[in-house]
């Protein structure tokens, strides 16, 4: 199975900041790869697609960036609604695999 | 709007069997494959089963393969999970999920909480 490590396992910003959040895959996943947020006690979001394509009603200030085995999530201007878990997960290979999260925090 | 409701959680015995349901509402249900994914208390997801749009094709992991089946009543929109030889690892919250055709998941509910324990 390919594995998905992801980095830092917490993160804590300021509102206003702009924060990355990075995935790396144990092989290349040719861009199949999906970001998710968790809000706590919410089910997951899909937020990106394929890499760096922004779901249905996503806002702008999230973006997704990489190639190969490494990827990283972009979330700009850090707002309040943005605290939660982030996961990313890759669907190029069977079975897809999730990494272990990022839960994000105010500072 | 999409809407997904699971439903069927609970406390089950080790070695004993559950099935979950999911409602689907807000799509056309026979147009997607579905999925469970499930995610153990404060711990990451694990993706445990998808099935074609007609049912005719499963997938799942080594981890639940052979103990888990997943199913479909595309009349009722209705999805389900047969849960047999229960373990302590299958203590989660399972999440019904809509699978692209791309093995992502592009929405879910919000859960069933499984709890396997003596």
């Known amino acids: 199975d390919i594995q998905m490590t992801q980095s830092p396992a917490s993160l804590s910003a300021s509102l206003g900041e702009t924060v990355t959040i990075e995935c790396r895959a144990s092989?290349?996943?040719?861009?199949?790869l999906a970001w998710y947020q968790q809000k706590p006690g919410n089910s997951p979001q899909l937020l990106i697609y394929?890499?760096?394509s922004l779901a249905d009603g996503v806002p702008s200030r999230f973006s997704g960036s990489g190639s190969g085995t490494q990827y990283s999530l972009k979330i700009n201007s850090l707002q309040s609604e943005d605290v939660a878990s982030y996961f990313c997960?890759?669907?190029?290979?069977?079975?897809?695999?999730f990494g272990a999260g990022t839960k994000l925090e105010l500072k | 709007e999409v809407q997904l409701v699971e439903s069927g959680g609970g406390l089950v015995q080790p070695g004993r069997s559950l099935k979950l349901s999911c409602a689907a509402s807000?799509?056309?249900?026979?147009?997607?494959?579905m999925a469970w994914v499930r995610q153990a208390p404060k711990k990451g997801l694990e993706w445990v089963a998808t099935?074609?749009?007609?049912?005719?094709?499963?997938y799942y992991p080594d981890s639940v393969k052979g103990r888990f089946t997943i199913s479909r009543d595309n009349a009722k929109s209705s999805l389900y999970l047969q849960m047999n030889s229960l373990k302590s690892e299958d203590t989660a919250t399972y999440y019904c999920?809509?699978?692209?055709?791309?093995?992502?998941?592009?929405?879910w509910g919000p859960g069933t909480m499984v709890t396997v324990s003596s």
């Open positions: 099935i074609s749009t007609s049912g005719s094709r499963t």
């Open positions: 394929d890499a760096n």
């Open positions: 807000g799509f056309t249900f026979s147009n997607y494959y």
């Open positions: 997960q890759q669907y190029n290979n069977y079975p897809n695999t």
């Open positions: 092989e290349d996943i040719y861009s199949n």
């Open positions: 999920a809509r699978d692209t055709y791309y093995w992502y998941f592009d929405f």
